[in-house]
């Protein structure tokens, strides 16, 4: 008999609204301890102001990252002292996750972690809890996806031949999309849907909802791909499991026999999926092989980026230089949503567009210096002309997806403001401008971009990059640049988009952060050390830098060639849109990208 059981709430896809319902914190990254007589909740330096704001006295905020600040693992596993047992929905957590704080909580005396079937959070809300979301999937053109989807699951198999694997299940939306080149639209920005998949040497199954189809699905997959129900996966990778320890038993001889074949399934697929499959011995848990190729794009998603990041860059131009006018000149009275609002608008008449790839973090002032920041309607700032306006926003198209940061001012900066802007340009710079020899990864790239903060004391509490998908998830795996565990494990490669996107931030004051989209490619050196490929990166951003919080005297003179080339690209490759159209946006453009001496 049990002395105690609590539950733990992991924050992955529909995790979100539970999360959002049991606690009030409405941030994408997060762990929630609930104990008997506690309240817990763990998240990032993204997120301490907006938890400490949504947190009621309920909950404890523990700030991962932080000297002194126990891990939600390692608080967990306290709370287990004397016997007590720790509950956790097993869909929800990985396999590995589960096992290592299986171990903290055995080592601290604790039961055990155990996995409960019907999410205690789901029982508290009861009838209101939203439905799982049914929207639309299509197919994509390959005029936007570069690759049939035929080619990609044979490369797939040749890597499970490599492997002598059973075959492997397919569990990351985003990975099940792009390997079926389908897009959906059940997670909010995200065009993904709910579904698993299985690949074998000899068979490909989607689990869905076949109702949710659009009329060219069908034909677009063909008779190659069975359907099968979404929820019937659980059932099925028992069976699958079965059959493979049936065929190994049936036709191994006794001496010497192979050993038996297993599933494998990614490092992140859920604990259930584990168990279903017979636990940690019978599954393979990997990086996902979908995950690695989807990192890399082909020269059509490439070229896609380039053109959409145009297309985004001119928009947001165009924004910029209409908020400019209202605030300064009309001297209208505008929030942070109505101006988000507008940007929208603005960017949904561009050719190709879908929706927004996250929500628009439009924040002046104080809330810019809220890294995650969003706006409620009747809930948000009035945007203030003689303060930081920061906007972080983005847009699906079908040829790929954008992500810009820029920070403004309209009125005169403070000398604090344009010292902190200017050397989080010049970490943008640095980034932008590496050369790299093949084989580097994320973490050895991240103090390019933090070296000018840091010789004065200064730093951000974010990565530095992430990478991006190509009209899929805008924060995407497994590259990136930080110091994120998985940056460590995975090097960079010719063909991964990743942003560029240092910060900083006066708590209560305001907050500034540059982000461009860059893509990494072979470069040419002089030498080639090593005998290996040397790297570097292409910006496809394009929108001009904030001219009056460049502090110029701090720049290098490679620094000033770097903006002012990065300038003049900008405005040629944006000014098609508005050469005798827009007057407006033509005369911002033309004066945010005059060269700097």
Known sequence: MLAEVFFLVLYLDMQLIRSEHISGFSG????????????????????????????????????????????????????????????????????????????????KGGAALVGVQSNLIDQVWGGGRPSRPNERVKALDLQFAGKKFQEKIEDLRKELDKKKSAGLIVSMLDEVAWLFNLRGNDIPYNPVFFSYATITPTSATLYIDSTKFEENVPSHLGDTVHIRPYDAIFEDSKA???????ETTSSGEKTSPAPPKKFMISTKASWALSLNLGGEEKVEEVRSPIGDAKAIKNKTELEGMRACHIRDGAALSEYFAWLEEELTVKGTKLD?????????????????????SFDTISSTGPNAAVIHYKPEPGNCATVDPKAIYLCDSGAQYLDGTTDTTRTLHFGEPTELERKSYTLVLKGAIALDNVVFPKGTNGLALDTLARQFLWREGLDYRHGTGHGVGSYLNVHEGPIGVGTRIQ???????????????????????????????IMAREVSTTHKFGDKPWLGFEHVTMVPMCRKLIDEKLLTAGEKDWLNEYHKEVLEKTKGFFEGKDERTMSWLERETVPIS
Do not use: M
């Open 487 to 517: 940056y460590c494990e995975v090097p960079l490669s010719a063909g991964n988009v990743i942003s560029d996107e240092p910060g900083y931030y006066e708590d209560g004051n305001f907050g500034i952060r540059i982000e461009n989209i």
């Open 240 to 246: 699958l499991s079965e059959s493979v320890e049936s």
């Open 28 to 107: 994408s990254a997060g762990t929630a301890v609930v104990t008997l007589d506690k309240a817990t909740l763990s998240t990032d330096g993204r997120y301490f102001n907006q938890a400490s704001k949504q947190l009621d006295s309920n909950w404890h905020l523990l700030k991962q990252g932080l000297e002194d600040v126990p891990t939600w693992q390692e608080w967990t596993a306290e709370q287990s002292e004397g016997g007590k047992t720790v509950g956790v929905d097993p869909t929800v957590i990985t396999a590995p996750d589960a096992r290592k704080l299986a171990e903290k909580i055995k080592k």
């Open 336 to 356: 942070e949503v109505q101006a988000a609002d507008k940007l929208e608008q603005i960017r949904s008449k561009n050719q190709h567009f879908v929706g927004l």
